[in-house]
């Protein structure tokens, strides 16, 4: 793929752009977006992401912009599962709802200096190790396993209690009153730190851990480092607006770890054979490329889009059944919303 020195630096440009607005706007007014504003920029983003696919179709070819498709939907669905750590480690720390787009544009800003410095490692290693893709390959399927047998035990996860965050919280005096972005202050003569620099921290190490799985992944799809930068940009750039968006239908997705899982095995399974079909190693088929089938990206993308698909319809079908059971057995004002005044979205986290 022939990608000028003028479409990187427009696209470096463009994405530094949207981010200094994003953070210059969120700054000057931190508050809960309503639901009209996430839509109109959700939609917005989702769009971007459309006509940039159309762009690379049209410019570079149907197979690139196929590529890109995958890459983008595979990226996008590994965000919205990394959404529910998000809302764990939200509520664990207990984050004021008005300041947790800040976290958010924070961890976003993260993951794209931390994915951009894994994109670059991953590609100077299937540039010189073929054989990189047996691990990548391996790690997926691994990973995949694992996604199966934690399948429901979201709730069971603690970002918040990290070893490097447990550190901070010991070594820093971190104060009760949240300051947005000021990491910072003065009370009574006396210098704190926010607890929304425990935040910072906590998201920039489960940043990295997502980059592990996403990389590979992406790479398992295009070793373009264009596509796979640009479709890590436009998957993480409405995932702010994504977790007030969606808010409680991310628990509604009660299978959407199964399919991610099945996503990643498959992607590892199709990494093991274009390993197999680039095969270098001695002691596989004498160092001789295997004649094994090599996936067309049209193919990987009408199983990830069916995936998708399957799961969000299985998920829905299986929340709205469950809803109908516990209804049927409560009494009337147990459905009842909850009053907003009773929930106390100011209250300081707990840093015993």
Known sequence: MDVTTLEWTITIAATVGVLLFDIFVIARDPHEPSMKECAIALSFYVGAAVAFGVFIWLYHGHDYGIEFYTGWL??????????????????????????????????????LIFRGIFIALGYALIQNFSWIFYIFGAFLVYTAVKLVQSYGSHEDEHPEDNAVVKFARKRMRVGESWHGLKLWYHENGVRFVSPMLIVIIALGITDILFAL??????????????????????????????????????????????????????????????????????????????KVWDMPSLFSLAVIITTLVVTAVASLWKTSRSKGVVDDHLPDHATEPRDPADVDETAGPDWR
């Open 213 to 290: 799985d996403s990389i590979p992944a992406i790479f398992g799809i295009t070793q373009e480092p264009y596509l796979v930068f640009t479709a890590n940009v436009f998957a993480l750039m409405g995932l702010r607006q994504l977790y007030f968006l969606l808010g409680g239908l991310l628990q509604k997705l009660v299978y959407l770890s199964l399919g991610l899982a099945f996503i990643l095995a498959f992607i590892g399974v199709k990494l093991v054979l274009h390993a197999l079909h680039e095969n270098e190693l001695g002691f596989i088929n004498g160092g001789e490329h295997v």
């Open 74 to 111: 595979t990226e996008y669905s590994l965000s919205i599962d990394n959404l529910f750590v998000f809302i764990i480690l939200m509520s664990a720390l207990k984050v004021p709802r008005k300041y947790q787009q800040e976290a958010l544009l924070v961890g976003i800003v993260l993951a």
